[in-house]
């Protein structure tokens, strides 16, 4: 079954201590992407990468950083979160040019 | 002013009735994709245009770019329509930018 799998699903954590959320994908699609859901701000792009080493920054990276070693995980990394970081967080990925992109089941992230 | 923008922001309506959501953008795309956000959180990606009109049962989307506006059209609403419906514009390679999402209601 085409998944995209994300973890932890639900976390609350303090601020200042380092956590990452995990995503993984068995579709062997080049894309993959983060991005968070916030209450009249609607979903917003984190980073997203083309490919194995490839990642760029999307609307809003601070406080965030991720890597691409592997096709098929693309972990999101929160260094020292913040209580701003609170969100609900969903991974997704797509073949390059494809019509259909997979959204992961979401994450939701509580910093206090 | 931002870049996607959907209307209405609420949609509520009664079971059978023909429903249209729209999206317009203001920026250059290469493609346009509808989501379909369930009340649990999960994201269902329903089309992605770059021309003209798809149909996937009683879900149909069309897009113009030359006035840079997409709708999304359901036939024959049921409550399990109900859920936000949310427009998502594809910039340069893969840069997604949403819209701020359509909350629907279909009663009974």
């Known amino acids: 079954e085409a998944q995209v799998t994300q973890n932890p699903r639900y976390l609350i954590t303090v601020t200042g201590k380092k956590l990452t959320v995990t995503c993984s994908q068995n579709?062997?699609?080049?894309?993959m992407s983060w991005y968070r859901q916030d209450p009249g701000l609607g979903l917003r792009q984190i980073y997203y990468?083309?490919?194995?080493?490839?990642?760029d920054k999307g609307d809003v990276p601070e406080g965030y950083k991720v890597s691409r070693k592997e096709k098929r995980n693309f972990p999101l990394i929160l260094e020292s979160p913040s209580p701003n970081q609170t969100s609900l967080y969903f991974c997704?990925?797509?073949?390059?040019?494809?019509?259909?992109?997979?959204f992961g089941e979401g994450s939701w992230l509580t910093v206090v | 002013k931002n870049e996607v923008e959907q209307s209405p922001q609420n949609l509520t309506a009664q079971e059978g009735e023909f429903i249209t959501i729209n999206c317009s953008y203001s920026?250059?795309?290469?493609?346009l994709h509808w989501l379909q956000q369930h009340p649990g959180g999960g994201i269902v990606s329903l089309f992605m245009?770059?021309?003209g009109k798809k149909k996937h049962g009683r879900l149909i989307a069309t897009i113009n770019i030359q006035e840079k506006h997409s709708s999304l059209h359901i036939t024959a609403s049921h409550p399990r329509d109900s859920a936000v419906y949310i427009c998502?514009?594809?910039?340069?390679?893969?840069?997604?930018?949403f819209g701020q999402g359509t909350r629907l209601t279909i009663n009974p």
């Open positions: 997704a990925s797509s073949m390059t040019g494809g019509n259909t992109i997979y």
């Open positions: 579709m062997n699609h080049e894309y």
């Open positions: 990468s083309m490919n194995v080493e490839v990642t």
């Open positions: 920026v250059g795309i290469s493609a």
């Open positions: 245009l770059s021309s």
């Open positions: 998502a514009v594809i910039q340069g390679a893969q840069k997604l930018v």
